[in-house]
């Protein structure tokens, strides 16, 4: 008669701590927790001096520092509107400039005082660091914990920490008309409403676009370039960035990869706070420890979900005619692979009709992917396996064609470590 109200106590403390957000407490304890990341494990060879970053005048750390972290100039995209840490160094004239791999995104400013970077840890999610411009003999990186979170850790990030890309109107200064609202992308956003804010590089035949547009008080576009191709040239001072555009498709990847991210930490943290949970009910009902209750199976499950939508590209915007991008991003792209024996890849462009030649995401060799509790990568391969090979879905998922099912099928057969035993068998 004891034991009932301290588990109702402990199931209620835990529903409160998912309502808050709160990722500082058990069993995440995001702030105080060591990373090891792509940033942490760069500091360590930078203490060991294995790795010396090299300071460039204007451009201060970055250049050396994409070097270290294999991150390739082709994935410079330039946003104009004042939506950073350092906004006030932004404008039209200057835009602020990303570079990313498939862990690491790095923002710079002109002038500005740090480099703003993102990392992805298998166990924190997405981690915030600055690395200041100034010249040092032994630069060092901060690990930015309220600063960043205010925004990327707040309601437009479900509470947890997380990327944003929105498409937004702004004036000629690059401020944002607020009342005109903003947008979150990812890859089911119409090409139509994506972004604003945000300098585009190439073309995409069939549709127009919010890229490289002003507004004036009436919301009414004051810019020629309207959303169609546009010069950079003649707007920025190009010898200020390393690369001369902003390359379309390096945009739409980032904006695919960083939703993918977000998806997978919500399901890594849902997922530990559930079991977290389940542990301490057990403990309190003197439970086996394996112990696993109906309630929170479909936590978790409810959890994973949005991770296998996603990743299979479920209402993914369709294209109604060929994207072309202005760097070599999308060849260098491609040859990361990994490549089965008929030389085919997850990262393999289609541009005419879809994003990705075969609609399953790369980023499920990710060390988000992998980092996920085994409860979730269970749950997260096991409903793979019921769409691709038994066809158990529903319409979210009538987008994959036959070929498409027996392709990601073998693909990942031969790419993906650790799949389980029953990805062998032949589909039904």
Same mark, same amino acid.
């Given at each position: !008669? ?49 790795? %010396? ?35 006030? /160094? ?52 901060? /690990? ?21 890309? /929105? ?38 035949? %069939? ?54 991210? %977000? ?91 879809? !994003? ?20 979730? /990568? ?51």
């Amino acid at each position: !008669m004891t034991k009932k109200p301290i588990v109702l106590v402990v199931i209620a403390l835990s529903a409160s701590l998912i309502a808050a957000d709160d990722y500082d407490r058990p069993p995440i304890r995001y702030s105080d927790s060591q990373p090891a990341d792509s940033i942490a494990s760069l500091s360590v060879r930078m203490n060991k001096q294995e790795v %010396n970053l090299q300071h460039y005048g204007g451009q201060g750390y970055l250049p050396s520092l994409l070097e270290a972290l294999g991150i390739s100039r082709s994935s410079q995209i330039l946003v104009f509107s004042k939506t950073s840490l350092q906004r006030q /160094r932004i404008n039209p004239r200057k835009p602020r400039a990303l570079y990313f791999n498939d862990h690491v995104t790095i923002g710079f400013c002109q002038s500005g005082d740090v480099l703003e970077i993102t990392a992805a840890d298998r166990n924190l999610g997405t981690v915030f660091y600055t690395l200041d411009q100034e010249k040092f003999a032994r630069p060092v990186f901060k /690990r930015e914990t309220e600063r960043c979170l205010i925004c990327h850790g707040a309601s437009a990030t479900q509470g947890f920490p997380g990327h944003m890309i /929105r498409s937004v109107a702004t004036d000629q200064t690059g401020e944002l008309l607020l009342s005109r609202g903003s947008r979150r992308v990812d890859h089911a956003t119409p090409l139509e409403e994506r972004w604003g804010g945000w300098y585009v590089t190439g073309t995409v035949e %069939n549709h127009r676009h919010m890229g490289n547009m002003f507004f004036n008080s009436r919301f009414e576009a004051d810019t020629p370039e309207n959303g169609k191709t546009i010069a950079l040239e003649n707007v920025i001072k190009g010898s200020e960035y390393l690369e001369p555009g902003s390359d379309i498709v390096a945009l739409m990847v980032l904006e695919h990869q960083l939703e993918a991210h %977000n998806r997978l930490v919500r399901a890594n943290y849902l997922t530990r706070m559930a079991l977290a949970e389940q542990a301490e009910v057990n403990r309190l009902m003197g439970s086996p420890a394996n112990y696993r209750s109906e309630g929170i199976t479909r936590r978790i499950e409810r959890a994973c979900e949005p991770v296998v939508e996603y990743l299979l590209f479920s209402g993914e915007a369709k294209l109604s005619g060929r994207v072309t991008g202005t760097s070599d991003f999308a060849k260098a792209f491609e040859s990361l692979g990994p490549f089965d024996s008929k030389r085919r890849t997850l990262r393999t462009f289609d541009l005419r009709t879809r !994003m990705f030649q075969h609609p399953m995401s790369y980023v499920v060799y990710s060390e988000l992917f992998d980092g996920l509790p085994s409860e979730a /990568r269970n749950r997260i391969y096991k409903r793979f396996w019921e769409i691709l090979a038994l066809k158990k879905e529903d319409g979210r998922y009538r987008h994959l064609s036959f070929e498409d099912r027996n392709a990601i099928l073998e693909i990942m057969r031969e790419t993906k470590n650790n799949l389980p035993e029953y990805w062998n068998k032949k589909p039904s």
